[in-house]
């Protein structure tokens, strides 16, 4: 992806956004991709965590549109992993946040088959609505 840098981008209301829902700071990464390298989930991203966490740093929205926000199982690993203090799983979430405010629903709850809702846990069912519904 090409991305233009300008500074109105970098210092963007996205990027304010991002910092102020997840109180972190994006400028700390510094792209060392140890949470890429960890992440027990990273195969069944379209873009690793660290492409994630440089993008938002950019002020590009795109990263809107990538599913490992939502794939993100906010397991930690990568916390215990990155030297610079970033919480990434904090960041996927502000990223969750300003994408369900902008009206986007990860899964429609009328799409989903009876069968597997009634297979559920409610603790499962429950967290989905949390994560993936505004
Ligand atoms: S481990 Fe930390 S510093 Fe390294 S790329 Fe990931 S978030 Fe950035
Ligand atoms: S919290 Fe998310 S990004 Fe970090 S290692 Fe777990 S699944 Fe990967």
Do not use: H
């Not at 994006?26 to 990273?42: E, H, I, R, T």
């Amino acid at each position: 992806m090409r991305a233009v840098l300008s500074l109105s981008k970098l210092r963007s209301q996205f990027v304010r956004d991002v910092e102020e829902i997840s109180g972190e700071d994006l400028l700390a990464c510094n792209q060392c991709g140890k949470c890429s390298a960890g992440c027990p989930v990273a195969a069944a991203m379209d873009m690793l965590p660290s492409q994630v966490i440089r993008m938002a740093q950019l002020g590009m929205t795109e990263v809107l549109q990538s599913r490992t926000i939502w794939i993100c199982a906010s397991c930690l690993t990568c916390v215990t992993r990155c030297p610079k203090g970033v919480d990434l799983p904090r960041l996927m979430e502000a990223l969750r946040e300003i994408s369900l405010r902008a009206g986007a629903s990860e899964i429609d709850l009328n799409r989903l088959p009876p069968d597997l809702v009634r297979e559920l846990p409610q603790l499962a069912i429950v967290g989905g609505f949390r994560k993936y519904i505004k």
